[in-house]
């Protein structure tokens, strides 16, 4: 599979932002899409995950409240909507395809099979 994000850009403090990541190739309904985020000189972390069938996501706390994932099965895609922006959201933002495993949501980054080239969010103060 192919992922390619993009809706990332330069944004105040405050505001809302919404990231896309469409997914080329075959999807499983079981597979996970997960969104990262890595700042300058950190590692990558985990920011929200979901699979492409059920209800069922998972949010690092950081984000939980702010930050909410959804998808459209029809269109192959998943977005990373993004609200009450924060200077310290400031990353490189990246999607991710897990394949199919047992067990809950996976939320590391070495759970994940295929990424996207990331999207740069900046948050100003």
């Known amino acids: 599979a192919q992922l390619v994000e993009s809706g990332g850009g330069l944004v105040q403090a405050g505001d809302t932002l919404t990231l896309s990541c469409e997914v080329s190739g075959r999807t499983f309904p079981a597979s996970t899409m997960g969104w990262f985020r890595q700042a300058p000189g950190k590692e990558r972390r985990f920011v929200a995950a979901?699979?492409?069938?059920?209800?069922?996501?998972s949010y690092a706390d950081s984000v939980l409240g702010r930050f909410a994932i959804s998808r459209d099965n029809a269109a192959k895609t998943v977005y990373l909507h993004m609200n009450a922006l924060k200077p310290e959201d400031t990353a490189v933002y990246y999607c991710a395809a897990a394949l199919p495993r047992v067990g809950s949501i996976p939320t590391m980054a070495r759970q994940y099979d295929y990424w996207g080239q990331g999207t740069q969010v900046t948050v100003s103060s």
């Open positions: 979901l699979r492409w069938s059920g209800t069922d996501k």
